[in-house]
T-cell receptor
Framework: DQQVKQNSPSLSVQEGRISILNCDYT??????FLWYKKYPAEGPTFLIS???IKDKNEDGRFTVFLNKSAKHLSLHIVPSQPGDSAVYFC??????????WGAGTKLIIKP | EAQVTQNPRYLITVTGKKLTVTCSQN?????MSWYRQDPGLGLRQIYY???????DKGDVPEGYKVSRKEKRNFPLILESPSPNQTSLYFC???????????FGQGTRLTVV
């Protein structure tokens, strides 16, 4: 059973609008979460992270929100740009300090 | 330039023929790991290494071996590849288990 779930395999958003990527987790012991971005034929690159002691972390156009009671986090990209088209992975750090990854969401930014 | 380099990028091999995928990083990172990515499953960790001569199993270690004789290199060895090891493999490195990881470009392996 997947402990980190990204239920939307793909998402299409108009350029300039907000992109919201969602991630749910089942283990309440997870206390650190990361988002990675992956372009075709490249490895994932780190985007942004959040600790469970916070409910929001911002870095430029990217903001991650954490709702611990709902075991849900989301990545907001505002405004969306064509270069944001990629696969986005959500990952959680477990108690053994191993990263548990979601299956990814493919974001397509339409011009 | 800081990077993680994997070779080869693409490999087609036959069942049972031993192969090695190399991974090298130039950032003096302590922690290195190998992942496989399969459709619908995200990335799953195969093995990791916290330092030279220290390696440990991840979530899906069966059929794989690793070694860490030097800090910069962390090869992945498939002693007897099978078709279910057909996958996209990524090597990653980081200062420790918590900090952001830097990934190689990936190795697409097909075992026929």
């Amino acid at each position: 059973d997947q402990q980190v779930k990204q239920n939307s395999p793909s998402l299409s958003v108009q350029e300039g609008r907000i992109s919201i990527l969602n991630c749910d987790y089942t283990n309440s012991m997870f206390d650190y979460f990361l988002w990675y971005k992956k372009y075709p034929a490249e490895g994932p690159t780190f985007l942004i992270s959040i600790s469970s002691i916070k409910d929001k972390n911002e870095d430029g156009r990217f903001t991650v929100f954490l709702n611990k009671s709902a075991k849900h986090l989301s990545l907001h990209i505002v405004p969306s740009q064509p270069g944001d088209s990629a696969v986005y992975f959500c990952a959680a750090l477990d108690s053994n300090y191993q990263l548990i990854w979601g299956a990814g969401t493919k974001l397509i930014i339409k011009p | 330039e800081a990077q993680v380099t994997q070779n080869p990028r693409y490999l087609i091999t036959v069942t049972g023929k031993k192969l090695t995928v190399t991974c090298s990083q130039n950032m003096n990172h302590e922690y290195m790991s190998w992942y496989r990515q399969d459709p619908g499953l995200g990335l799953r960790q195969i093995y990791y290494s916290m330092n030279v001569e220290v390696t440990d199993k991840g979530d899906v270690p069966e059929g794989y071996k690793v070694s860490r004789k030097e800090k910069r290199n962390f090869p992945l060895i498939l002693e007897s590849p099978s078709p279910n090891q057909t996958s996209l493999y990524f090597c990653a490195s980081s200062f420790d288990r918590v900090t952001e990881a830097f990934f190689g470009q990936g190795t697409r392996l097909t075992v026929v």
